[in-house]
């Protein structure tokens, strides 16, 4: 029997580009895994998590795109139409995941196991829903689709768990 996840770094995604992404790479750094969507009323939040992104890589933080088609089909696109819009439109640089769920029976095993750690209220309930990631791989923190990458409270969160 497998045993069961007890950080962040246990679990993998597979990139935009097909390719694994095993969280464990990003051990020792900060993260902030977001589920996103192209054509949200929220999709300008990819604008701040740029930002947020450019400012904090030198200090250990990455931000990684999860796209996601749970909430009213608002990533109807495959992994190159996502990709192109997210370069084009908000010039993101940070990493993306191939789409995958977020709620449910068949959501990733990472949502799944956030969810069972943080509880039902943290479950992401609409696009652009935040978990920050500590560098030792525990769930630090969870964000709401409103909270916006530019608020105080969010960018004291990320700042709390960038590595030392």
């Known amino acids: 029997m497998d045993d069961p996840p007890r950080c ?3 679990f993998s995604f597979v990139g935009i580009d097909g390719q694994p992404l095993p969280l464990a790479r990003y051990r020792g750094s900060a993260l902030l895994i977001v589920n996103t969507a192209s054509k949200c009323g929220f ?7 740029e930002a947020v992104y450019e400012t904090y890589l030198e ?3 990455t931000v990684l795109g999860v796209p ?5 089909g ?3 696109g495959d992994s190159e139409e996502i990709l192109q819009f997210c370069e084009s439109t908000y010039r993101v640089r940070f990493p993306l ?5 977020v709620k449910g029976e068949g959501a990733h095993p990472f949502y799944r196991w956030a969810a069972r ?7 992401p309930r609409w696009n652009f829903h935040k978990y920050l990631i500590a560098p030792d791989g525990r769930l630090a923190d969870w964000f709401s689709t409103v909270t916006k990458p530019t608020s105080p ?7 709390a768990v960038l590595p030392r």
């Not at 999709?43 to 998590?49: A, D, F, I, M, S």
């Open 8 to 10: 962040a770094w246990d």
């Open 43 to 49: 999709t300008p939040q990819y604008k701040g998590l």
């Open 59 to 61: 200090r250990g933080l």
């Open 68 to 72: 996601c088609d749970d909430f009213g």
């Open 74 to 76: 608002q990533e109807p």
């Open 97 to 101: 995941t191939e789409k995958v769920k």
């Open 117 to 123: 750690s943080f509880g039902p209220w943290a479950k």
């Open 153 to 159: 409270r969010f960018i004291k969160g990320i700042e």
